[in-house]
């Protein structure tokens, strides 16, 4: 061995011992006998002088050995980001991250350049990257993946990130129901069977689990009133310094007009929002001779400012934007339209301002449409419901008063629902002769219980086929469970999302629709009624699993409403083998369109008119709020409009 390749060994065994310094000794003879620095000598120079406390020395010679050799390059430069880094230098450790990143992949690498990226505010690059760290199972790389991801429910990785940290922390009761919530999302049944076997069933309702879940997850899976109000995850849910109560609010001094002021207050005034293809003719049917009608606005612009968007706001009624507002500010200028009642259309959902309703804004306060359910926390005198959504027995489970609505709690739009012609099977991929049960409800609301009862069903109707609507990344799972029921791939045939109108006209090429339980369709159930599909559903136990009861009441098929799962097999069954029975139902359907109160949403505004009345009579006479129902119209003989 000459010279120069000793030095070079010495260091390297003096390094491997631990002997930094004499690393670096030997290191400095090499250099001083060949008069050169090649890539392993600087790599190693790198490496000591990192051991030795200097970072940034160490990551010049790191970015030296980089150039020294192409073949190297990942290695070198990833660790001159991690010297760079650890120095402080950001800038020079995220052009070496970068280098690094385009020829090689590394976790450590990943979360330092996350990590720079967020300094820098770059979100596009930090958006690309973050779900690199997910590949990983470092705790910090993952708790950081955790800080950028959340619970996004559009990519199954962040079930897969949760699932990892809930095995570092298995106590962590709100990492389990991020578990649940995502699993559901994706259809991951076998995720749901491990966290059962982990916990009792019966425990998933106890309050310290479900204190973790949002108040829309749960009303999805759970259909116990009492567990629903436990479920106290939500933005909507938080202490408020002078929180009103609904006594002090409606003792509050208030000034009245010739008209009721009418205030609906939601995120979601936009056309083609389902909130909105129910609720829209209603607020153009609203007598502007008894009512003024005033909408407080949270919508985001984008959604706004299309000519659409803007004909169709321009006929709903004056609309007051509270966007840019804080709440306080927001609750002042509601507070300054001296409002009688104040409608909440959002409820426990996404980017609902019904947390207003607690800085006491009007003498009446209600909730209405966009949640299936009390709103927990929130200063309410009244829920807007119907005698199968909220029926007597669900009284002792809600804070607000129950005013029913004689036919059902839903309107419909007539006027802006498209009906297009039926399109052809053959286009769909549909069998053209085999019986075609659909679903078009959501993926999260598939869950195994609904496969399990839909498995039944199809079992009984041998050449039946089961066209459902779900997420690309949920089609394997949903098929893989049905396999254990004896249903194979070719009985289940896919549909992806398609614009409103196609979507309307393809439903029309099925036979009969299944609903979801315990959570059925609510705006999808409509859609399938008002394209013509009959429906079948089941009872249920709370108010989102009573929904398409009340539609299909209000439709005139209430005898599609099965009082049990083995009624509703038998149902479907029946229906399957005698085709003109289902003929009759179709009919039925069509000749309903236009004169049942389901899509009579004038009808349905005289209703909720008379409704108002009540509440604001009540308030007039300083009555405290108590359960009404409204007494129905006399019904249609003619087609409306």
């Known amino acids: 061995m000459n010279m120069i390749n000793a030095h070079f060994a010495a260091a390297r065994r003096a390094f491997e011992a631990g002997d930094y310094d004499g690393s670096l000794q030997h290191l400095q003879s090499q250099i001083a006998a060949s008069g050169d620095i090649d890539e392993p000598v600087a790599c190693l120079l790198g490496s000591t002088l990192l051991r030795l406390g200097l970072p940034g020395e160490a990551a010049e010679f ?145 309050a310290g689990l479900l204190a973790h879940e949002t108040p829309h997850d749960n009303i999805r899976w759970c259909d116990d009133e009492a567990a629903n109000r436990l479920a106290l995850n939500s933005h909507t849910i938080h202490p408020m310094p002078g929180r009103s109560t609904g006594s002090a609010r409606r003792a509050r001094p208030h000034v009245r007009g010739p008209k009721i002021r009418i205030g609906y207050l939601s995120a979601d005034f936009f056309p083609t929002h389902a909130t909105m293809r129910l609720l829209g003719d209603v607020l153009r049917c609203h007598d502007r001779q008894r009512f003024e009608i005033t909408l407080f606005c949270r919508t985001p612009p984008q959604f706004t400012e299309s000519p659409a968007a803007r004909a169709a706001r321009a006929g709903w009624g004056e609309i007051a934007d509270l966007n840019g507002l804080s709440d306080d500010e927001a609750a002042a200028r509601i507070r300054a339209r001296q409002i009688d009642i104040l409608v909440d259309l959002k409820g426990h959902t996404g980017h609902s301002p019904a947390a207003l309703l607690n800085h006491g804004l009007a003498p009446v306060q209600a909730t209405w449409l966009g949640f299936p359910g009390s709103v927990t926390e929130i200063d309410l005198d009244y829920a807007i419901g119907d005698r199968f959504v909220l029926p007597d027995s669900s009284k002792p489970y809600y804070h607000e008063k129950f005013c029913r609505l004689p036919e059902s709690y839903q309107p419909n739009d007539p006027l802006s629902r498209p009906l297009p012609e039926a399109a052809r099977r053959a286009d769909l991929g549909l069998p053209e002769d085999g019986f075609v049960f659909a679903s078009f409800n959501g993926s999260a609301k598939i869950n195994r219980q609904t496969i399990a009862l839909w498995a039944r069903l199809l079992q009984e109707t041998p050449g039946s086929v089961l066209w459902i609507m779900c997420r690309s990344m949920a089609i394997g799972s949903i098929c893989r469970r049905f396999e254990t029921h004896g249903i194979g791939r070719e009985r289940l045939i896919t549909a992806a999302p398609a614009p409103y109108e196609q979507h309307i006209a393809r439903i029309q090429a099925a036979d009969l629709a299944l609903d979801t339980f315990p959570c059925n369709g609510h705006t999808t159930t409509s859609d399938m009624l008002w394209a013509g599909l009959p429906v079948l559903t089941m009872k249920g136990r709370h108010f989102a699993s009573r929904v398409s009861e009340s539609l299909l009441n209000a439709a005139g098929l209430p005898d599609l409403v099965a009082a049990s799962a083995e009624e509703f097999v038998a149902l479907g069954r029946d229906l399957y083998r005698e085709p003109e029975r289902l003929a009759a139902l179709r009919q039925r359907l069509a000749a309903n369109r236009f004169i049942a109160p389901l899509f009579d949403s004038e009808r349905f505004c005289r209703h909720l008119e008379t409704a108002y009345e009540t509440m604001d009579g009540r308030a007039r006479q300083g009555k405290a709020p108590d359960h009404f129902d409204v007494a129905a119209a006399p019904p249609r003989a003619a087609p409306f409009r």
């Not at 050995?65 to 800038?91: K, P, T």
């Not at 990226?117 to 199972?137: A, C, M, N």
């Not at 993952?142 to 619970?151: F, V």
């Open 62 to 206: 790191f970015e030296m050995a980089a150039g020294l050799d192409e073949s190297l390059a990942f290695r070198n430069h990833r660790d001159a980001a991690l010297a760079w880094f650890s120095h402080g230098a950001c800038e020079k450790a995220l052009l070496n991250a970068m280098k690094a990143i385009r020829l090689g992949e590394d976790a450590e690498l990943h979360f330092i350049l996350v990590t720079l990226l967020l300094q820098t505010g770059d979100t596009q690059l930090t958006d690309q990257f973050k779900y690199k760290l997910v590949d990983s199972d470092d705790p910090k790389h993952l708790d950081l993946a955790q800080q950028l991801i959340g619970m996004d429910r559009q990519d199954p990785r962040a079930l897969v990130l949760h699932r990892k940290l809930r095995r570092l922390r298995p106590q962590d009761m709100g990492l389990r129901n991020a578990v649940l919530t995502l699993a559901r999302e994706f259809c991951d049944y076998d995720a749901l069977d491990e966290e059962e076997s982990r916990l009792p069933r019966d425990a998933w309702t106890s």
